[in-house]
């Protein structure tokens, strides 16, 4: 996922990546920081962080190791 503190809004290209940073923000806590450049990747991103409010993180869940031998 972009981080949107070691990119200019220029270098965000994609609008999924508009999109995932705005859920990541929201998932972190941060206030909403979307691109003053262009109307429709702020439009993703608003959307992108409405839905992290409402979305839980996803979490790494690590499968169980078996201790079975085969």
Known sequence: MVNISDM???Q???SS????QGKADAWEGKPKQPPQHNC???SLYELGYSEGLVEPKP???KPKQSYLMN
Do not use: H, I, K, S
């Open 12 to 14: 965000l290209r994609d």
């Open 40 to 42: 429709e990747m702020a």
């Open 59 to 61: 979490t790494l869940v």
């Open 8 to 10: 200019d809004d220029y």
């Open 17 to 20: 990546d508009w999109f995932n």
